[in-house]
């Protein structure tokens, strides 16, 4: 086994530098990226199953908005809870117990037709995912050297794009095949081979016990809440990360919808261009990554590598989505929809990894759960207001259009404002002064 001396490694308090092997570490990547992947997938199925969901259980668009809204209603909870238990609860405990959990709340709907079996399984699937992206960060910046973590944290975050892409085509494939049940079992079986997986290789890195925790060298090893959660360079990141996921919440939870009914494409169509965004936003999330771990090999500032980054890529994808439903269906439009959608996904990646510029190490998790918190309340109302749209315009198209607009311009808002507020160098020295 080959032991990379300055990729994964990590320092004891005592300032000894610990080796890691890079198999070990690549590792724990690939089953974290299996973890959200399997995390987005089953948040997928209700929108990609949603027609045959509402004529099954006899709902209208206000109470299927309802159902995707459930979703987040613990989302917040979970994700605090999860966040402060990062680096406290062995990882192997922590992950295996979360996926479990999620796991469990998909089986009553291998059977279950009940519109309240259904509104309670979604909320619990809710609370246990609530704490993944936490988890899954936190636990990957333990792997690896401050200055190397933009890469792997991107590709980690790349589950949360292929997810749906893996789950698109294949619960399109089940519905049509057999029922909508069919995707809940498959998806259950899929999270308890991921629980087995994990108990048996899953584990934090040392880099969560080191000094060298940001590639700001002045970064304290503790700064207070208060300064933390109301720096500049955090808010900017919550702002941004809440626009992102308002417009990830909604993809999830109408996009197949708004193609079928707004623009008239048949089930199988739907499902092959909804993995096509997904597709495009994982290979430009890595991509992205690369670019911005190239941008500080050659000297660019944080500020500008992982934050000025992924807020330029927020506000272009924005301004795609506010106008992807204008043209009428075909190419133009179809280039709209996966430059909107694969912009803003690809900019997460590198804003997750700027956290740990500015967040100590054992803090990082109860901030990240936080900003999770946060976010999600943009997943509770998304869906719900454009529900609201569709129900109360004159024609689906039209409702649609009105909705995803709103959404592009909530991006291009959260692209400028986080630009304006997120300045790590600045934050770091505050942190420092205040702690000498």
């Known amino acids: 086994m080959t032991v990379d001396q300055s990729s994964p490694a990590a320092q004891h308090s005592s300032g000894t530098r610990v080796p890691v092997s890079r198999r070990q570490a690549w590792t724990i990547v690939v089953l974290l990226f299996t973890f959200l992947l399997l995390n987005y997938a089953d948040k997928a199925i209700v929108g990609l199953a949603g027609v045959e969901m509402m004529d099954d259980l006899d709902i209208d668009a206000g109470a299927f908005g309802l159902v995707q809204s ?6 917040a909870v979970g994700a605090i809870l999860g966040g402060y238990f990062v680096g406290k609860v062995p990882a192997r405990w922590l992950v295996g117990g979360v996926a479990l959990l999620w796991t469990l709340s998909l089986v009553p ?24 992206a936490a988890m899954a960060f936190g636990i990957t910046h333990t792997w690896f050297a401050p200055e190397k973590r933009a890469l792997p944290t991107s590709i980690v975050g790349a589950g949360v794009a292929v997810g749906p892409v893996v789950a698109a085509p294949v619960i399109t494939a089940l519905i049509t095949s057999f029922d909508w049940h069919a995707a809940f ?44 959660l109301t720096s500049g360079t955090v808010i900017g990141v919550a702002v941004l990360f809440f626009a992102t996921f308002c417009t990830a919440a909604t993809k999830i939870s109408w996009l197949p919808l708004a193609l079928r009914q707004g623009s008239g494409y048949d089930a199988k169509t739907a499902g092959w261009l909804v993995s096509l965004t997904y597709l495009a936003s994982a290979v430009l999330m890595i991509a992205f990554g690369a670019v911005s771990r190239a941008m500080t090999k050659r000297g660019a500032s944080v500020r500008v590598a992982r934050g000025l980054l992924p807020c330029a ?32 996904v690809g900019a997460q990646g590198v804003a997750w990894s700027l956290l740990s510029d500015v967040v100590p190490a054992k803090q990082r998790g109860t901030v990240i759960g936080t900003i999770v918190a946060f976010y999600s309340m943009g997943g509770i109302i998304a869906p719900l207001i454009l529900g609201g749209f569709v129900t109360g315009a004159s024609t689906p198209l039209a409702g649609y259009q009105s909705g995803f607009a709103l959404l592009g311009g909530i991006l291009v808002v959260a692209g400028v404002v ?18 000498k």
């Open 70 to 75: 459930a979703f987040f209603w613990l989302f």
């Open 109 to 132: 709907m291998v059977w279950s037709a009940s519109f309240t079996v259904l509104i309670i399984t979604r909320i619990l699937l809710g609370f246990a995912e609530g704490p993944s």
């Open 185 to 228: 079992a498959v998806a259950a079986a899929a999270g308890a081979l991921f629980v087995a997986a994990w108990l048996l290789l899953g584990r934090d890195g040392p880099e969560a016990v080191g000094h060298q925790q940001s590639s700001i060298a002045l970064l304290p090893e503790h700064v207070p809440y208060r300064r933390l």
């Open 313 to 344: 890529l927020v506000g272009i994808g924005g301004l795609s989505t506010s106008v992807w439903l204008v043209p009428d269906p075909g190419p133009l439009q179809t280039i709209l929809l996966i430059v909107g959608a694969a912009l803003v």
């Open 418 to 435: 986080g630009a304006l507020l997120i300045r790590p160098e600045r934050d770091v020295a505050a942190f420092a002064a205040a702690d």
